[in-house]
């Protein structure tokens, strides 16, 4: 598998992530109203965790009664996340000159976690919530680590040198 397929690979990865979690703040009411309704059925869920998701699905219901404009804030984190993805099509097109894009997204990563570890206490989330939050940031940043030591050694063989081919699906030679 050539260096340049690992890139894809990797990134594909990554974005699949970065997507998901964007187009799911869009319904999030409907997700935490299923979730709740999926661990009041789950005996073995940890009490903690059941109270947590009951007071979520509470204040965004409430919330979203009362105040829907709120939630335009979620809409345009949902949005963000898109935007965001976006900019990763350059990395996928030419790796070596789009790094600064792979790195933008490892500081990201890494602000993830004093983001969360200052305003999780502050907006009263608890801590082992507020690890959950953290773990985007580390789980996030090693296809990054990766696809820049893949990018790297792309540009030390020199191999991006050669005339662009246009991209292909996964599944497809190239």
Not at 76 to 82: E, I, N, Q, V
Request: glycine residues 10%; charged residues 20%.
């Amino acid at each position: 598998m050539t260096t340049r397929r690992k890139i894809r690979i990797w990134l594909v990865l990554f974005l699949t992530g970065l997507i998901a979690s964007g187009v799911t703040a869009f319904p999030l009411e409907h997700e935490v109203h299923w979730l709740r309704s999926v661990l009041d059925r789950f005996d073995a869920a940890p009490d903690a965790l059941v109270a947590w998701i009951q007071r979520v699905d509470q204040g965004i219901t409430e919330t979203n009664d009362r105040y829907p404009f709120i939630m335009y804030g979620t809409d345009w984190l949902a949005f963000a996340h898109l935007v965001i993805a976006v900019a990763f099509w350059g990395p996928l097109r030419d790796p070596v000159r789009n790094i600064w894009v792979i790195e933008f997204g490892m500081i990201a990563c890494v602000g993830v976690v004093p983001l969360a570890l200052f305003a999780g206490p502050v907006r009263g989330i608890p801590g082992w919530w507020t690890v959950i939050d953290i773990s985007f940031g580390v789980f996030g940043i090693v296809p990054l680590i990766i696809v820049r030591r893949l990018i790297k050694r792309l540009e030390a063989e020199g191999t991006h040198l050669a005339p662009e081919k246009p991209l292909q699906p996964l599944g497809g030679r190239g």
